[in-house]
């Protein structure tokens, strides 16, 4: 990161930032956490109706009031707007407890600001803040040592279950745990601009269509086509038979209509949610109800070594 002034040399007497400059660089690089996506109640309500099955659902309304049956239309939007609430009701739950998990794993770090060691939030953290790392701390940032020596377990980051030694002049990584040793560091990047970080927004805007729209889709999909053919055969016979066209196109409009499974969707969200009720009495967080039936079709589950998704502990059975 660029800094005022030249980079320390390893080894030499640290002295730290002073709180004016700590603002200044607070203010230019932003506080030292991952950006976290924070969207309107109402927006995350309307997002709800803006997929490709709501729009399905709300296709199915439009052609019921085409055809003046307005009860039916009533009763597709009923169950478009059940499973829209009840999915981001059973979602916004879920976010909530996360957050207030969030708040109480809050880091602390021993920085030195104004010529003496202070704990501060990591959030506070500029580049060019001195810290001291110690035997059981996480690393709140990106890292240059300048004294001492650590023993890092990045599995986090590298999914490498055994530690690394960190000497002067390594970089200790964000999201890294000391497992051993004691070193004074100079602060590189914080935030997004961390390797920590970068991981993290790459997962954030990656997106991935569900395993549920496309077997939904799959579904009408072949349903269609066999409503193509039944409205074909209907404007054959009608032209067969001299039917006038005004009698036939509210026929052709009920078997399109008939193509998609208003039910389906609401069926879906609704064993999710109650699956969803189910995890979080064995302590799974669910953040997203779809996610519940994209791991329930996943086939091969790939993981390198352990400590990424295991207690990074060896056991004999």
């Known amino acids: 990161m660029p800094k005022d002034g030249a980079e320390a040399e390893i080894g030499a007497p640290l002295a730290g930032l002073t709180s004016h400059e700590a603002s200044a660089r607070l203010a230019q690089y932003g506080a030292n956490a991952v950006a976290r996506e924070r969207q309107r109640v109402w927006l995350a309500l309307l997002r709800k109706f803006w997929a490709p099955v709501p729009w399905m659902l709300e296709a199915t309304i439009a052609l019921q009031l085409a055809l003046g049956r307005f009860e039916e239309a009533a009763i597709v939007a009923v169950l478009l707007g059940a499973n829209a609430v009840l999915s981001f009701f059973q979602e916004g739950r879920a976010n909530k407890a996360l957050s207030l998990l969030r708040q109480r794993l809050d880091v602390q770090a021993r920085v030195l600001r104004d010529a003496r060691w202070q704990l501060l939030s990591a959030r506070e953290l500029v580049p060019g803040d001195v810290i001291h790392l110690r035997m059981g701390d996480f690393v709140p940032a990106d890292a240059r040592l300048h004294e001492g020596q650590l023993q890092v377990d990045q599995s986090t980051l590298t999914g490498e279950s055994l530690p690394v030694e960190a000497a002067p002049g390594a970089v200790a990584y964000s999201g890294s745990v000391v ?40 579904i009408v999909k072949y349903l269609v086509l066999l409503d193509a053919v039944l409205v074909a055969a209907l404007l054959a016979f009608a032209l067969a038979t001299a039917m006038p066209l005004a009698e036939v196109i509210p026929f052709a409009l009920i078997l399109l209509g008939a193509a998609v499974p208003v039910a389906l969707p609401a069926t879906f969200t609704l064993a999710t949610a109650l699956g969803s009720l189910e995890l979080a009495e064995c302590g799974v967080l669910v953040t997203r109800l779809s996610a519940i039936e994209e791991a329930a079709a996943m086939e091969v589950l790939a993981t390198d070594k352990t400590g990424t998704v295991t207690e990074n502990r060896l056991a004999v059975a």
């Open 179 to 218: 497992k051993r040793g004691e070193a004074t560091a100079e602060v590189q990047a914080t935030g997004p601009r961390t390797r920590f970080g970068q991981t993290a927004e790459l997962l954030r805007t990656a997106k991935t269509v569900s395993h549920l729209q496309a077997i939904i889709f799959s």
